[in-house]
């Protein structure tokens, strides 16, 4: 490193460590201060204004790029012995590290357009991106002031050229969001691996950090490498995320985080992240991202030729929005910096479907009110049900729709078709009759108008009376009581729920009556840690006393609109971290924090 790197690195440092305790407030969220009576849940991230363009937005485009695509996937050994693999390449092919430093400073990708790559995502109706800004190899893919590193100073590319600023002009010229992935896990940094000298890297990883949302101000920071593993050993912790979290969104409040800065637990983040698979129903008491590849590998890999099917694509697409989740589907540009044509046909193929479906995906989620069926996938947006239908029935054949609430179907058509479509309810069963053919390969989708109850009442409630002891076990009287407007609560390890009770231990009561809307089945979500019991109307619908961590607890009760059913909530903090959330879902109300406005004090 120059010395001109070392002393703006050193300046950096300096600031970030001489942060101030209390964080930077803004009128959309307030990062918390650390200490007793700190909160770190920001928001209901399922309702928070702050992740509604997220929740909306449903598709999104993952880039994997850095040194390691100057490789292409393959690395001669001396022997003359070749070693595939793709991001991992470095780590898997033990290739040394001055070899490795040999060939990021041939890296060239000249041929990478942001105009290309934001034009492919628009095309694909994608409306974000999300593209490496440093992954696993420390290299970092824009002229970061912290160390020589990067693709200005350690390669054969044009200094002058930003690739991230590039991809913001462009993305923001198409109305799509830009993030930034960012590896906590570094196989370069010398500091990385030893818990005594960690600090110093993460005091580097902050200055990076902050340069990234200084000079790009993304709207995502997906993290990753936060699990405990070797070559090299990673000694992150969860306590080193909650100081992440909190140090990223003093940055940048309205940001959206991945668990993944953590330890990839419904605490941590905003948004859950399962890869290469999609979950079988929604996630419970997270906002929910699945990434994939189009293939099977992120970073480019000349020899991986096993590209997904666009139908597969797309139906995973439709599934996961009908399960009120995210799709980040990844594409890998070769070592010029361009994406494969595989990848650019595949993403405009689904782009066609979306410019007639897109209904079925953006803004949609989980119907609550119709079980999925075999045949496809149905999603939900206000009252239209959107199924994609993907085995389309026989000339006069039918598709059947189990309902699980009252409604009832008001009309039907196809999109992007004047083609009729009778749709009649009798008792539990929606019957669906098209008059024609598909319209489509991948999925006809038959959009449905239905009619629901309205909601009963109007709900004036301020919250829940709320008692809080310095201890685990209720004694005594509380030290603190009052109302509290919902149950929303991250503690971790320094917070706790008011100045006057320490971070541990401590117990927790809520009580009063919670009002329904619907006459239907509710299912109670609670986030807790580390005991947690909730009572509705005197009966035990969620048991949990044994000392744990991070854990969902669910249990459901039948509740009649318009009456105030009694509610008690306890929960205890007996050691290390502490949450409390309390969550609620049925057929026609999607995932949330129970509001305020539903609950009454005591």
């Keep these: 490193m120059s010395r001109r790197h070392w002393l703006i690195a050193a300046l950096t440092l300096l600031t970030v460590t001489t942060l101030p305790a209390t964080l930077p407030a803004t009128p959309a969220t307030a990062a918390p201060q650390e200490g007793p009576g700190a909160n770190y849940a920001v928001d209901d991230a399922f309702t928070a204004d702050r992740t509604q363009w997220w929740r909306d937005d449903r598709f999104g485009m993952f880039i994997h790029f850095g040194a390691y695509s100057n490789l292409e996937g393959e690395y001669t050994r001396p022997d003359g012995t070749v070693c595939r693999n793709a991001e991992w390449i470095q780590r898997e092919c033990q290739i040394p590290k001055e070899d490795y430093e040999r060939i990021a400073a041939d890296f060239d990708p000249a041929g990478f357009d942001a105009d290309a790559i934001a034009q492919a995502a628009a095309d694909a109706g994608q409306k974000y991106v999300v593209i490496t800004s440093k992954h696993h190899e420390g290299y970092a893919m824009w002229p970061t002031e912290v160390n020589d590193w990067n693709l200005r100073d350690h390669s054969?590319?044009?200094?002058?050229?930003?690739?991230?600023?590039?991809?913001?002009?462009?993305?923001?010229?198409?109305?799509?969001?830009?993030?930034?992935?960012?590896?906590?896990?570094?196989?370069?940094?010398?500091?990385?691996?030893?818990?005594?000298?960690?600090?110093?890297?993460?005091?580097?990883?902050?200055?990076?950090?902050?340069?990234?949302?200084?000079?790009?101000?993304?709207?995502?920071?997906?993290?990753?490498?936060?699990?405990?593993?070797?070559?090299?050993?990673?000694?992150?912790?969860?306590?080193?995320?909650?100081?992440?979290?909190?140090?990223?969104?003093?940055?940048?409040?309205?940001?959206?985080?991945?668990?993944?800065?953590?330890?990839?637990?419904?605490?941590?983040?905003?948004?859950?992240?399962?890869?290469?698979?999609?979950?079988?129903?929604?996630?419970?008491?997270?906002?929910?991202?699945?990434?994939?590849?189009?293939?099977?590998?992120?970073?480019?890999?000349?020899?991986?030729?096993?590209?997904?099917?666009?139908?597969?694509?797309?139906?995973?697409?439709?599934?996961?929005?009908?399960?009120?989740?995210?799709?980040?589907?990844?594409?890998?540009?070769?070592?010029?910096?361009?994406?494969?044509?595989?990848?650019?046909?595949?993403?405009?193929?689904?782009?066609?479907?979306?410019?007639?479906?897109?209904?079925?995906?953006?803004?949609?989620?989980?119907?609550?009110?119709?079980?999925?069926?075999?045949?496809?996938?149905?999603?939900?947006?206000?009252?239209?049900?959107?199924?994609?239908?993907?085995?389309?029935?026989?000339?006069?054949?039918?598709?059947?729709?189990?309902?699980?609430?009252?409604?009832?179907?008001?009309?039907?058509?196809?999109?992007?078709?004047?083609?009729?479509?009778?749709?009649?309810?009798?008792?539990?069963?929606?019957?669906?009759?098209?008059?024609?053919?598909?319209?489509?390969?991948?999925?006809?989708?038959?959009?449905?108008?239905?009619?629901?109850?309205?909601?009963?009442?109007?709900?004036?409630?301020?919250?829940?009376?709320?008692?809080?002891?310095?201890?685990?076990?209720?004694?005594?009287?509380?030290?603190?009581?009052?109302?509290?407007?919902?149950?929303?609560?991250?503690?971790?390890?320094?917070?706790?729920?008011?100045?006057?009770?320490?971070?541990?231990?401590?117990?927790s009561v809520w009580t009063g009556q919670v009002e329904a809307p619907f006459t239907e089945t509710y299912t109670f979500t609670t986030v807790s840690d580390d005991t947690v019991r909730l009572w509705v109307d005197g009966r035990l619908v969620i048991d949990n006393t044994t000392p744990h961590g991070p854990t969902v607890d669910q249990g459901t009760i039948a509740l009649r609109a318009g009456h105030r059913h009694a509610i008690r909530l306890e929960q205890t903090e007996q050691g290390g971290e502490a949450s409390m959330k309390l969550i609620w879902s049925s057929p026609n109300i999607a995932q949330e924090v129970v509001p305020a406005a539903r609950l009454y004090r005591a």
């Design 156 to 507: 054969s590319f044009d200094p002058t050229r930003d690739i991230l600023a590039e991809l913001k002009a462009a993305t923001e010229k198409r109305g799509i969001k830009l993030g930034f992935y960012y590896s906590i896990w570094d196989w370069h940094d010398p500091d990385f691996p030893d818990p005594a000298t960690f600090p110093r890297y993460e005091q580097r990883m902050y200055a990076q950090l902050k340069e990234l949302v200084d000079n790009y101000d993304p709207a995502v920071l997906w993290f990753d490498g936060e699990w405990s593993t070797d070559r090299p050993n990673n000694p992150w912790t969860d306590r080193d995320g909650e100081r992440l979290e909190a140090y990223v969104r003093s940055l940048s409040p309205d940001i959206v985080i991945n668990n993944r800065v953590g330890k990839r637990r419904v605490v941590d983040g905003d948004t859950g992240t399962p890869e290469q698979e999609i979950p079988d129903a929604p996630v419970a008491g997270q906002l929910w991202e699945s990434c994939m590849t189009l293939n099977g590998s992120w970073g480019f890999a000349r020899w991986d030729t096993n590209w997904k099917s666009p139908t597969e694509l797309t139906r995973n697409l439709a599934g996961i929005a009908g399960r009120s989740g995210n799709y980040l589907l990844n594409v890998g540009p070769d070592a010029t910096g361009r994406i494969p044509a595989e990848s650019v046909s595949r993403l405009r193929t689904m782009g066609d479907w979306l410019r007639t479906n897109g209904r079925a995906v953006y803004g949609a989620h989980a119907p609550g009110i119709v079980a999925e069926p075999a045949w496809g996938a149905v999603s939900r947006r206000g009252d239209r049900l959107y199924a994609s239908v993907y085995d389309w029935p026989a000339t006069g054949g039918s598709l059947r729709l189990d309902a699980l609430a009252p409604f009832q179907v008001t009309g039907a058509r196809v999109l992007g078709s004047d083609q009729r479509v009778d749709a009649r309810r009798d008792g539990d069963v929606v019957t669906i009759t098209p008059s024609g053919g598909p319209t489509s390969d991948i999925a006809t989708v038959v959009e449905l108008t239905v009619r629901t109850a309205r909601p009963a009442g109007a709900a004036r409630g301020t919250g829940l009376s709320a008692s809080f002891w310095p201890n685990a076990t209720f004694t005594g009287d509380p030290t603190v009581t009052r109302t509290d407007p919902g149950v929303n609560y991250n503690w971790k390890y320094t917070g706790s729920p008011d100045p006057a009770i320490p971070a541990e231990p401590f117990s």
